[in-house]
């Protein structure tokens, strides 16, 4: 009956948030009617900008074609920094607080826009232009909000690669956008731990001839291996140059950044973002969404190798001129009340994270929280997966002292920002739901026949009409993009989610309705899990299905058949799980292999994954209809070995 409650607006938001019940109907309405009107008053309240636009949008879904404020010019670095210097030079823009809970740094407007001329001058003397691609590889330091920051000065596209992927999987990256100078760090710090980034590094740039540059910032000094020709210190790097830098002035549509995300099929793909849209709604929606006041500490724990971390450490907070903290450690370290001691020592005001870190928490204890006092917090995110109500309550609960209503936030690398989500003075809450789009965008739920459901239902999640932070290409692959997001339902973008509408017009996140994983809010295809396994020569063949975990939202179940004459046994299991760190990533590690002497196909030769899935989940009672696949026996097989029950 959880799903049923529901939570008012807090009283003590009531006229003090900037967006209340009526004013969000009034500008929703005005958004989707006047959307070009509306986005442009937008534009201008939210953004310097350095020309001004000629045409507001230009779209056509399908085509696949989308533009924002064709013609305007302005720069990401100048909106995000030059323009805070004379108001609030000295406040601080970036709180970084260390894995090891003694190290912390603030860094004010003014130091962050040195910092980042430095860099983008360092940048320029290395040959970068405008246009050309700079790939990061950085752990959570104020190095890589500079880096972001530095390649839009100069109008270089910046492509982050998470720290926690491997030296095959940042080497693709590294190839596919073509980037000439990398930076990274000696090693990343997290729970304690080290992570050999400059040493995966040199692995990955073994395989790209054309790096010619690789700038190493020094984190922890530990031993690595350097190649004069090619390495240089960051320190001594930036400290030889001016700290003043000329920004580029880029038109709006010129590409801001690259960022890999898993879909269905094939590898990663390149999502890429422009300017001038892409700012507007990343700083548009954290000011609402956060409700977002002056002075404020704001913290989301995202990875800036994540698209939360691009729009919600950097870019949206930002250009509001709010001081964003970044944290480079883990929930869990030194211990589960971590987080909470973070916000009692600086103060945050609204907390942004994922559900699985949530459960996380819920599952150490509630001592761990209400042993601090979290009095500053006003508000909670969650984002990157569907949160249980169990989750939603406890959080609501527990941390935000049922003080604190709580933003589950709807969106996508590829949308660039928040889609659907509730507004602190606007919406009142059930748990569970991400409630309702976000101004200027308009969800619709599609039948199997493409046909628009009306009113309470469910169904395939699509967008009807272009939003400025959409998805512009798939870098170098424009037939992709299309293929992706615009051929299944024509004239629509698709989300490759489901969801459910509520007689009240609530929007409920049913997960993917493709085959891509979300592993602790991690996005992965089966198919690159697929891949890395029958990399093996003793493999012949695997299927990979999701299944649901306590903590991770969803774990990754691995059918494996062997070759035949292969006895497979626990040694080829650990060479199994290895290949896949070493082809992705530790993220993904299958949590069961199954082996699988046969996998259930149609006669076509396709592989049933909808039986994989249930047989994964263990629930055998609706595995539904097994008498079309080419040899039901291997169902039985399956189940009667199943590893999850
Ligand atoms: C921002 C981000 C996108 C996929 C998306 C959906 C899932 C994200 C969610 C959510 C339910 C939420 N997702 N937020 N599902 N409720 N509040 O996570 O981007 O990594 O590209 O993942 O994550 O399935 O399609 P990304």
Known sequence: MTEQHVYPVPDALKGLAAIDKDRYQQMYQQSVEHPDQFWAEQAEELLDWNEKWHTVSKSDLKKGEVSWFLGGKLNVSVNCIDRHLESRGDQVAIIWEGDDPTEDQLITYKELHEEVCRLANVLRERGVKKGDRVCLYLPMIPEACYAMLACARIGAV?????????????????????????????????????????????????GCPDVHTCLVVKRTAGDIAWDDNRDVWYRDAVEQVPAECEPEWMDS?????????????????GVLHTTGGYLLQAAMTHKYVFDIREGDIYWCTADVGWVTGHSYIVYGPLANGTTSLMFEGVPTYPDASRCWQVVDKHGVNSFYTAPTAVRALMGAGNDFVTKTSRKSLRILGSVGEPINPEAWEWYHKVVGDERCPIMDTWWQTETGAHMMTPLPGATDLKPGSCTMPFF????????????????????????????????RTVYG???????????????????????????????????????????????????????????????AEAAVVGYPHDIKGQGIYAYVTPMNGVEPDDELKKALLKLCVQEIGAIAKPDIIQWAPGLPKTRSGKIMRRILRKIAANELDTLGDTSTLADPSVVDELIEHRANR
């Open 158 to 206: 910046h492509s982050v690669v998470f720290g926690g992927f491997s030296p095959d999987a940042l080497k693709d990256r590294i190839n596919n956008a073509d980037c000439r100078v990398l930076i990274t760090a000696d090693e990343g710090l997290r729970g304690g731990r080290k992570v050999p980034l400059k040493a995966n590094a040199d692995k990955a740039l073994a």
């Open 253 to 269: 549509e010129d590409p801001l950044f690259i960022l890999y995300t898993s879909g269905s099929t094939g590898k990663p793909k």
């Open 440 to 471: 200027g965008v308009q969800p619709v739920l599609l039948d199997a026949e493409g046909n628009e459901i009306e009113g309470a239902g469910e169904g395939s999640l699509a967008i009807k009409a272009s939003w400025p932070s959409q998805i």
């Open 477 to 539: 692959d424009h037939q992709r993009c299309i293929d992706t997001y615009y051929s299944t339902y024509p004239g629509y973008y698709f989300t490759g989610d489901g969801a459910r509408r509520d007689e009240d017009g609530y929007f409920w996140i049913t997960g993917r309705v493709d085959d891509v994983l979300n592993v602790s809010g991690h996005r992965m295809g089966t198919a690159e899990v697929e891949s890395a396994l029958v990399l093996h020569d003793s493999i």
